[in-house]
T-cell receptor, first 114, second 112 residues
Framework: DADVTQTPRNRITKTGKRIMLECSQTKGHDRMYWYRQDPGLGLQLIYYSFDVKDINKGEISDGYSVSRQAQAKFSLSLESAIPNQTALYFC?????????????FGPGTRLLVL | KNQVEQSPQSLIILEGKNCTLQCNYTVSPFSNLRWYKQDTGRGPVSLTIMTFSENTKSNGRYTATLDADTKQSSLHITASQLSDSASYICVVTINAGNMLTFGGGTRLMVKP
């Protein structure tokens, strides 16, 4: 969905490096999420934010941190990347006022940690 | 543990044929069930959403069914097209919140 953008789309980094993945949205949604997807597995929630001052850990937050710089921006950081963090990362947004609360996903960031 | 299991893991069909994908879940308390389509290299896109009281929902050639008693859902694709080649993900929402539990997906390939 073009309303949710992620940068970079692809990234190769080395073990121990700090890396930041960024997400921006123009949908005006208050809720934002970070997921990782590993082959054959369902998406797993890393962190989520229901508004600018609200940050919550998901299922697999260890090794990750986030920052909600504004309602439209939610960044994910790997403080010291390790190879098992190689995965596809998705940002998503939703509107708490919407009846269906559908989550809209960005195009994903493919991360390879060597 | 809340789980969502999908079958088959992968499926190959010929263009024009129908197919049915299955989803079983143990998520509780249940709020709604969605099917997402994920094209290669793209984020998932919502196809259908069903609440506890709905047992079928259509979106063009896609028809989803839900049996809340047996905790099963299916996605039926009619007259498949090459563009249907994608992963189809079953997603269950817990309670009235916004937390989703994702299945591992079924990878569908439609061949000419």
């Amino acid at each position: 969905d073009a309303d949710v953008t992620q940068t970079p789309r692809n990234r190769i980094t080395k073990t121990g490096k700090r890396i930041m993945l960024e997400c921006s949205q123009t949908k005006g949604h208050d809720r934002m999420y970070w997921y990782r997807q590993d082959p054959g597995l369902g998406l797993q929630l890393i962190y989520y934010s229901f508004d600018v001052k609200d940050i919550n850990k998901g299922e697999i937050s260890d090794g990750y941190s986030v920052s909600r710089q504004a309602q439209a921006k939610f960044s994910l950081s790997l403080e010291s990347a390790i190879p098992n963090q190689t995965a596809l990362y998705f940002c998503a947004t939703s509107d708490s006022r919407g009846l269906k609360k559908t989550q809209y996903f960005g195009p994903g960031t493919r991360l390879l940690v060597l | 543990k809340n789980q969502v299991e999908q079958s088959p893991q992968s499926l190959i069909i010929l263009e024009g044929k129908n197919c049915t994908l299955q989803c079983n879940y143990t998520v509780s308390p249940f709020s709604n069930l969605r099917w997402y389509k994920q094209d290669t290299g793209r984020g998932p896109v919502s196809l259908t959403i069903m609440t506890f009281s709905e047992n079928t929902k259509s979106n063009g050639r896609y028809t989803a069914t839900l049996d809340a008693d047996t905790k099963q859902s299916s996605l039926h694709i009619t007259a498949s097209q090459l563009s249907d080649s994608a992963s189809y993900i079953c997603v269950v929402t817990i309670n009235a919140g916004n937390m989703l539990t994702f299945g591992g997906g079924t990878r569908l390939m439609v061949k000419p």
